[in-house]
Each structure stands twice: as C-alpha cells, then as structure tokens.
C-alpha cells in the first residue's frame, strides 16, 4: 500500500518564479495538507483540502495557493518566490475526521536562489 | 490547541528505554495528546496519542498523570533507527477539531551505541 507520494524531491527555483509542488495521498484518505518546514524548525501549516476546497489556511500569504483533485490528489503553487521560500514541503494525508494517523510525504526540498 | 514544553535533546543507550517527557500543564479536558517524530530527511511519522488512559501500541507506550498535565512518552528498546525529532502535540480529534498539527521545536533524541 503506497504511502503519500511527492514530486518532485528537490527543484531549485529564481526569485521571483513561479512553483507547483505535487502530492497524492494514502489510497483511502480523503484530505490533503500542506505544511512548510524551515531548516531546523518544526512544520508549519500552510493550509488543507477537502472535497478539493481549502476547508482551513495557516498564516501565509495568497502568494501560497493550492487545489486538490477528484482523485484526492493535489498542489501547491507559490508565486513570486522569495529567497525565505526555501525549505522542505511536506503534504500529508488523512480522513477528515481523524487527527491521528496523518500520514506524511518525505516532502519536496524547494531551493530559492 | 495546548501549548507543550519539550526538552531540547537527549541521548539514550541503545537497548535501553527512552523516556521522552512533555510537559503540556494548561490541557483541556477534550485534548489528547498526540506524538509524531522525524527521522532525518523524511517526513513526520505518527507514533501514538491518548486522552487520559496510559496507551500502547508496537512503537511505544504513553504514559498521561492523572491530572494530564504531562506525559511521557516510552521507547521500551530504543535502536539506532530511533534516532529522530519528536513532537508532542495536543489538540482535539474530530470533525470540528480544526484541521492543523501545531509542531513545536521537538526534542532531538540521539540513540547511541
């Protein structure tokens, strides 16, 4: 059973460029969330879809916007990236209902140079 | 959400229990707890969660005091591959429970050999 699959692993991006990150959950997990992890800090929650709408949003900017999929499947987009933008973003999945048994991707490392 | 209170680090003998302790003394009554950790390079990794009763599963056991203002979380038999970040987390589970996982800073548990 495949866990939360994330692409790419690494990307390196200009300042100022646009990204699109991607996930698809747990098979049998209906919400997705993101969550942006700066080296050596925490995660941090950027914002969480269901039912392809975002049903609750953290403390980022618009230039953070996503969607999710029929499939459960989903993006992040960032916009005008800026150099603090680098970190590690990591999608998990779980059923709506449930705080225990997030399962989390091994995440996308974003370079912004 | 409670906020919790980690130690920093700690190190542990490998084959020796790690007692990973979290402090979390203004939890309500409708709060569990909750730990995830992070093994380097990969994304958080649900362990456990209670709400007023001791827990165990095939990871580790949770051990809540009575007045569930701390909580201690048990590797019986730590290995190197134990070696990771954990979070202690407390919110409330449900639908209505709000959708994001507040990460602290973790304690930084080192196994050695």
């Known amino acids: 059973d495949a866990g939360v699959t994330q692409s790419p692993t690494h990307l390196i991006k200009t300042r100022g460029q646009q990204v699109t990150l991607r996930c698809s959950p747990k098979?049998?997990?209906?919400?997705v969330s993101w969550y942006q992890q700066a080296l050596g800090q925490g995660p941090q929650f950027i914002f969480q879809y269901y039912e392809e709408e975002e049903r609750q949003r953290g403390n980022f900017p618009d230039r953070f916007s996503g969607h999710q999929f029929p499939n459960y499947s989903s993006e992040l987009n960032v916009n005008a990236l800026l150099l603090g933008d680098s970190a590690l973003y990591l999608c998990?999945?779980?059923?709506?209902?449930?705080?225990?048994?997030?399962?989390f991707g091994s995440g996308t490392r974003l370079t912004v140079v | 959400d409670a906020k919790t209170t980690q130690p920093t680090s700690m190190d542990c003998a490998e084959g020796r229990a790690a007692n990973l302790p979290c402090n979390h003394s203004t939890i309500s009554g409708n709060e569990y707890v909750y730990w995830y950790r992070q093994i380097h390079s990969q994304g958080p990794q649900y362990i456990i969660h209670g709400l007023k009763n001791n827990e165990t599963n095939e990871m580790a056991s949770l051990i809540i005091t009575e007045d569930r203002k701390s909580s201690t979380l048990i590797l019986p038999h730590a290995t190197l591959r134990d070696t990771a970040v954990y979070y202690c987390i407390v919110r409330v589970d449900g639908i209505n429970a709000g959708n994001m996982l507040t990460f602290g800073g973790g304690t930084r548990l080192m196994v050695k050999p």
């Open positions: 998990a999945s779980s059923l709506l209902d449930r705080n225990y048994g997030y399962t």
């Open positions: 098979s049998g997990h209906d919400t």
